[in-house]
């Protein structure tokens, strides 16, 4: 069984940084995809940022020159580092991995708990 477990999040003042961790109990290799995703009170879960297995980065256009999605394959780990926050920013951060084994295939999606972010304005 995949499991992914998030850390990190914390309660910070804006302009502040947080460092997101995704730690994958088996190695990042077998991912197509894994992403950030964030959730606000009362809002739809929005994809923040990904990375693909040959490093290609993507951001949402309300993160972009702020956040740093990244990788160390050796640990496992997937990262967030988050600079420059504000209360917008506000929300449960969730952990995601896919894995597409053949084209002819599905998608498999995994997800961590989920960690909180709040940012004091």
């Known amino acids: 069984q995949v499991q992914l477990v998030e850390s990190g999040g914390g309660l910070v003042q804006a302009g502040e940084s947080l460092r997101l961790s995704c730690a994958a109990s088996?190695?990042?290799?077998?991912?197509?995809?894994m992403g950030w995703y964030r959730q606000a009170p009362g809002k739809q879960r929005e994809l923040v940022a990904s990375i693909t297995s040959e490093g290609s980065t993507r951001y949402a256009d309300s993160v972009k020159g702020r956040f740093t999605i990244s990788k160390d394959s050796a640990k496992n780990t997937v990262y967030l580092q988050m600079n420059s926050l504000n209360a917008e920013d506000t929300a449960v951060y969730y952990c995601?991995?896919?894995?597409?084994?053949?084209?002819?295939?599905?998608?498999?999606?995994?997800w961590g708990q989920g960690t909180q972010v709040t940012v004091s304005s």
């Open positions: 995601n991995a896919k894995s597409k084994q053949a084209d002819w295939g599905p998608t498999y999606d995994y």
């Open positions: 088996i190695s990042i290799f077998r991912f197509n995809t």
